[in-house]
């Protein structure tokens, strides 16, 4: 008689869910036994790593990944990048072992207490099966929940005594829709104020690169003959960047970003959220007599928006009916930004000057992976990209998320043969929030360069401190970290860039290496500015 270890395990490879992220506890070693040979464990050290490798792997393949967290102790370790994750909107299945049925009254060691409340409020659905044989079906419908708009991660609880009880007939294998498409007539009312606008503004976001819209965005720009910004803080890159229309990213405060948009009397913004501020600067939030419209596919996002009108659907869909409804516009197209200057040469070197080397090297499909927040503008600035897919970073504002979704997304990029060189730019503060992820990408070989731009401080912190007037802030010094030392002892290559002359070289052999390597590269300490 089949169990319902065995129903879950067949189940999970129709639909595809063969690799687990994750690391062992207890209360998983029953679902985990006798490991199926045509599965593939990858292995972090922290919980933490695995929820952002699951989230790196998930949306560089576009499918969902599965993560096994180990009970309450191990949930709580992930779920600062299970914030992230919900955030990104990215489908993942996390599932942690529970403690045996026959004691869960007692509450024993190790016991998740009210498990499903766990995870909330950042996971779309939470469950722990009252029956052992509605694991399986679970499953299904925790797959059916992620990658329905909005996509995101659910949670799943299952007692580790489940696992050998027989099975009932084993779920039917579903598929459900992933996108949607916007309401005709709002979507013509949309289009006609477009094609009234005197000067309309596209404000794009990470659903545009998640919905494959890049060749739809720029035919709707150049219709339109209207600029384009990044939404602010964007995890996803959204339009090229060397494109004439694009403007750079929109600041991501109330007053600065209305002041951005200035002079414009219609703002359509498609994917993104209205909008995604931090901190607070107040101000009005769009410019006298503007008018703002919002595609996105999800409700909330919809509702929560302070200002404008809301259309639900794929942001995809709405970009390309909305190019067949609208006609050339008749004004002349935007001029492109001008280059920035060249950055001044000092000694150690300015983040510009380091991202400008960095950009000068960039292989031709890179794939970059940022966590250095201090850094984020300069490197913005200087290294622009064009390809979809090609950039990746935290929606939540929350660190610990670069480094193992790098590994995530090295990982995919073997698996499904792509084979995009990836580059993860973390700062050496973010770098020891999920360092441990170096173990796993050296064990999985995966040649991926880790630049460490090294300033020996918490930079953004020292820049909030002096933008709100808080002097005195403890702790945002980091002296005696020793990147290269730490990486070399995960089994990784590192070498210290004391030139950016060495830069490109270390860049070329990192990315050529069977294995991952870490470039420190210590830079100037002043402090940039928040916007």
């Known amino acids: 008689m089949a169990t319902v270890r065995d129903a879950t395990y067949d189940l999970l490879r129709d639909l595809g869910l063969t690799t687990v992220f994750g690391n062992p506890g207890s209360t998983e070693e029953p679902f985990l036994r006798d490991f199926p040979a045509d599965f593939r464990y990858v ?12 989230d790196g792997y998930a949306q560089a393949t576009g499918r969902p990944a599965h993560v096994n967290l180990h009970t309450a102790p ?8 299970l914030v992230t994750a919900w955030h990104n909107k990215t ?29 909330q409020p950042y996971v779309k659905w939470a469950h722990e099966p009252a029956r052992a044989q509605d694991i399986p079906a679970a499953f299904m419908r925790a797959y059916a929940t992620a990658v329905q708009p909005p996509s995101g991660p659910v949670f799943l609880s299952l007692p580790m005594d489940d696992w050998d009880q027989p099975a009932d007939p084993p779920p039917q294998v579903r598929t459900v829709a992933t996108r949607f498409a916007p309401d005709p007539d709002r979507l013509r009312g949309f289009a006609a104020a477009l094609a009234a606008s005197r000067a309309p503004v596209l404000v794009l976001g990470a659903a545009v690169d998640r919905a494959d819209a890049w060749p739809a965005a720029v035919a709707l ?25 694009f403007r750079g990213v929109l600041p991501y405060a109330i007053g600065p970003l209305a002041e951005a948009l200035h002079g414009h009397d219609t703002v359509l913004v498609v994917g993104a959220p209205v909008f995604r501020y931090y901190p607070h600067v107040p101000g009005d939030y769009l410019p006298a007599e503007a008018r703002l419209l919002h595609v996105t ?30 006609p050339p516009a008749d004004r002349p197209a935007p001029s492109a930004r001008p280059a920035p200057e060249p950055p001044a ?82 700062g050496d503060g973010s770098l020891h929030y999920s360092v441990q992820a170096l173990w796993t990408a050296a064990q999985l070989r995966l040649p991926l360069a880790v630049v460490v731009p090294v300033n020996q401080q918490y930079a953004i912190l020292k820049a909030f401190a002096e933008l709100k007037h808080t002097p005195g802030v403890p702790a945002l010094d980091l002296p005696g970290l020793d990147v290269a030392a730490v990486a070399r002892g995960y089994g990784c290559g590192a070498e210290v860039v004391e030139s950016l002359d060495g830069l490109g070289p270390a860049l070329a052999v990192a990315l050529a290496a069977d294995r991952p390597t870490v470039l420190p590269v210590p830079i100037s300490t002043d402090v940039p500015r928040i916007l």
């Open 221 to 245: 720009a150049e219709r339109l003959a209207a600029p384009v910004w990044a939404a602010p803080a964007p995890e996803r890159s959204v339009f090229p960047e060397d494109h004439p229309h």
């Open 43 to 54: 292995h972090a050290l922290h919980e933490a790593s695995a929820m952002s490798m699951a």
């Open 345 to 426: 040469s000092a000694t150690p070197p300015s983040a510009d000057a380091l991202f400008a080397a960095l950009a000068s090297h960039w292989p031709a499909d890179g794939v970059l992976v940022q966590e250095s927040p201090s850094n984020l503008a300069a490197l913005r600035r200087r290294l622009r990209m064009n390809r979809p897919r090609s950039y990746f970073t935290m929606a939540s504002g929350g660190l610990g998320f670069g480094l193992p979704a790098a590994v995530g997304i090295a990982l995919a990029e073997r698996d499904t043969g792509r084979g995009r060189p990836v580059v993860a730019v973390v």
């Open 91 to 119: 489908p993942l299945i996390v599932t942690a072992g529970q403690q045996t049925r026959q004691m869960l009254l007692i509450e024993p060691r190790l016991v998740s207490r009210r498990a499903a409340e766990l995870t």
């Open 74 to 81: 191990g949930t709580g370790n992930g779920m600062g990048n």
């Open 297 to 326: 596919d999800d409700p909330d996002e919809a509702a929560r928006a302070p200002v404008g009108e809301s259309l639900l659907g794929d942001p995809g869909l709405a970009l390309a009916e909305l190019l067949e409804l609208l």
